[in-house]
């Protein structure tokens, strides 16, 4: 048999490119789960990375397994079908509410760093999403491939910047107080959770499309491995930031002071992150409100982005601190079930 590594690089980017978004990219979630506990921060990230290898990659291969066409047919294989409706219920409402955090990431992102306007930051995502999705799989794998190798490459140089300053070391043992300590311990599990939780809606439907489990399982571990690279280097930068729980976009504030050089085409890739997670989690709602009522893709997209917007004039920060958390631990059932679930690969 073949290996087809270039599509297992491909696997790998979409998963990225899904997880990545606008609370990852800017910095913000990777504060709030993780950076705002110091070391113990990192021992959690340790954690979450392993997670995302080996429970990211059994669920895509098992997706492909029992053929799986959206999140809804997977769920009701984990949870059967009475308890697997009402977390598709659930999971519906999780995903237009972090679709609605990529928005306002996205207007933050205009706001806060371009002086422009939120709403041209908002619509222009639209725009761009309705353009990708009418293309399909193909244009989600496009879009990807491109953005997700740039994120890596710009977390290594900002690691690269912050471990060659003076008072790295100190700042990276540091153990802040925090009240909240004991989130630090469950961090791993709700985050990977939350991120696994919701990148089902489109994993699942990718994984079933390649079918080969090689490729699949192979794509889930590059992937998996790619995530936890970026976690470290971001914590290792943004550890450097004093009051780092002040700021929307964290990331940005960092390379304007250690590389302004970089800057502008750094936002740019935080945008194109946010962009690329937008556009995995409306073509994962689109999939699904393809298994209830029989519409055209652009119709269903536009009622997924009027919803999403209208939860979206909400403050990106409030969104995602309140948002994030919360669906961490109601996607914390479906982590535990997925993780005990048995899964023996098909011979081929």
Known sequence: MKRNWTQAFQIAAVYVGTVVGAGFATGKEIVEFF???????????????YLFVSIGSK?????AQI???SYQEFNEHLFGKW???????FMLFMLLGVSAVMLAGAGAVFEEQLGLPKNLGVFLTIFLSYLVMLVGTKGLFAVNTFVVPLMITFSLILMFLSLRMPNFLDRF??????TDGWKSVIAPFSYAALNLGLA???LVPVATEVKDDWTIKWGGILGGLALTLILIGS???LVMLPNLELYDIPMAIIMKNVAPFLYWIFVLVIFGEIFTSVIGNVFGLDRQLQQYIRIPTLVSVTIIFAVSYLISLVNYSTLLSYLYPLFGYIC??????LWMKPFTPTKQ
């Open 35 to 49: 950076s705002r506990f110091g070391f113990f921060g990192f021992i959690s990230i340790l954690m979450s990375g």
């Open 59 to 63: 669920m895509m291969r098992m997706a």
């Open 67 to 69: 053929e799986a066409k």
């Open 83 to 89: 308890a697997g409706s009402i977390i598709n219920f």
């Open 173 to 178: 043992l540091f153990i802040p107080h925090a």
């Open 200 to 202: 089902q809606a489109v």
């Open 235 to 237: 914590h290792f930068t």
């Open 332 to 337: 914390m059932t479906f982590f535990i079930l």
